[in-house]
């Protein structure tokens, strides 16, 4: 079975501090995604990832895939309240399905 | 906007109970994925639907079942209802085609089982 594991899974720090989530497996995966969740609503896709190495920026969030597509970080750059929320990686197995983080609790002091 | 819709919003029943949460996916979506969360927790993945047939089935209880129609809308059936079955259920629809599978997902139906 493969995992992902997420880490930390719980994070508070203060407004304009930089910050690194990270998404760990011994599985390699196809492509992976992150998603942002706030409280009471569904997850948002942030962005995917599909090559060994690869770098996306999003504004203030870095989202880099390992060399060989077994794990992915996000790093965001003075943090913002509303950045605030539960940050989720997907991996996509050998057969198209997505397996799961159990996701890092973000909270931004302003 | 995320353009998949899920009825209702909010549920509150009894211990026993039988009730059905519905999703219409977005506009040519034929994936249609169902999830639970509890408080504070991540995502399990319950059942997947491409259309109209079973696609892979994750954690999903016997009491619970799902099935997508001809129009991909998707019902997800709780029956027997439990105080652990209160959760936020959500429906989650993607092309279906394709390698990254990236989902698209309800804002969600709180259900609470009393």
């Known amino acids: 079975t493969q995992l992902l594991e997420q880490s930390p899974q719980f994070l508070s720090i203060q407004e304009g501090e930089n910050l690194t989530v990270y998404c760990n497996s011994s599985s390699v995966f196809s492509s992976l995604q992150w998603y942002r969740q706030e409280p009471g609503e569904g997850p948002v896709l942030l962005v995917t990832v599909v090559t060994g190495g690869e770098v996306k920026k999003l504004k203030r969030l870095t989202f880099q895939f390992g060399d060989a597509r077994k794990d992915s970080s996000l790093h965001i750059t003075a943090a913002q309240p509303g950045d605030t929320g539960l940050y989720l990686c997907a991996g996509v197995d050998s057969n198209y399905q997505l397996i799961w983080g159990a996701g890092t609790k973000l909270i931004i002091k302003p | 906007d995320s353009g998949v819709t899920q009825t209702p919003k909010h549920l509150i029943t009894a211990t026993g109970q039988r009730v059905t949460l519905r999703c219409s996916p977005r506009s040519g979506d034929l994936s249609v994925y169902w999830y639970q969360q509890s408080l504070d927790q991540g995502l399990q993945f319950l059942i997947q639907y491409y259309n109209g047939e079973e696609r892979a089935k994750g954690n999903i209880l016997e009491r619970f079942s799902a099935q997508q129609f001809p129009d991909l809308h998707s019902e997800l059936n709780l029956s027997s209802l439990e105080l652990g079955d209160s959760a936020l259920y959500f429906c989650?629809?993607?092309?279906?085609?394709?390698?990254?599978?990236?989902?698209?997902f309800g804002p969600g139906t709180r259900l609470t089982v009393l």
């Open positions: 989650a629809s993607s092309a279906g085609t394709g390698t990254y599978n990236e989902q698209f």
